[in-house]
T-cell receptor
């Protein structure tokens, strides 16, 4: 079945460092891909999404490009801030299953030190 | 903005109690979801519903039931709470429409079963 694999954390960076969180997927068909972020004590918020190959999603300085050839959707940010400390989840839409379901990776915890 | 609310942020119950977790969304979404989130396991889908009075089992439905009597409200029921149901519970909603599969999450309920 469809699945998402993302790099395990925790990831600890200094402020202004470059961030990459790897995400690869296995899917039948052409899923949409998502990154969600969960700040401490909160629910998940959509960070960005891409709906087809070569699309780039971007928001708040974060970017991810839908790479069909490598089945990847890596999250990047050029200069992280302390306020970016959170757990990041990669997800795909499960068109092989029921309409509207998302399949999530296990999450990567990011800590940014001042 | 989409608003998904959950009835409690923190809940403490005793083993064997019947527990109700309520979720309400204000965007007229057809789909609603219940997940539980545990460290190292990510998000796991318990149940979902794509219409009033409709429900589908997710990956881990055992020990849970759901109710959807109105479109905006989706309840998760623990018939007889057990300690292994101590977890963070997240509700989400989305449109039932191809290409509109973004899920919007509530803030979560952290349930402790003693």
């Amino acid at each position: 079945g469809d699945s998402v694999t993302q790099m395990e954390g925790p990831v600890t960076l200094s402020e202004e460092a470059f961030l990459t969180i790897n995400c690869t997927y296995t899917a039948t068909g052409y899923p949409s891909l998502f990154w969600y972020v969960q700040y401490p004590g909160e629910g998940l918020q959509l960070l960005l999404k891409a709906t087809k190959a070569d699309d780039k999603g971007s928001n708040k300085g974060f970017e991810a490009t839908y790479r069909k050839e490598t089945t990847s959707f890596h999250l990047e940010k050029g200069s992280v801030q302390v306020s970016d400390s959170a757990v990041y989840f990669c997800a795909l839409s499960d068109y092989g299953g029921s309409q509207g379901n998302l399949i999530f990776g296990k999450g990567t915890k990011l800590s940014v030190k001042p | 903005d989409v608003k998904v609310t959950q009835s409690s942020r923190y809940l403490v119950k005793r083993t064997g109690e019947k527990v109700f977790l309520e979720c309400v969304q204000d965007m007229d979404h057809e789909n609603m979801f219940w997940y539980r989130q545990d460290p190292g396991l990510g998000l796991r889908l318990i149940y979902f519903s794509y219409d009033v009075k409709m429900k589908e089992k997710g990956d881990i439905p055992e020990g849970y039931s759901v109710s959807r009597e109105k479109k905006e409200r989706f309840s998760l029921i623990l018939e007889s709470a057990s300690t292994n149901q101590t977890s963070m519970y997240l509700c989400a909603s989305s449109f039932y429409r191809t290409g509109e599969d973004t899920q919007y999450f509530g803030p979560g309920t952290r349930l402790t079963v003693l």
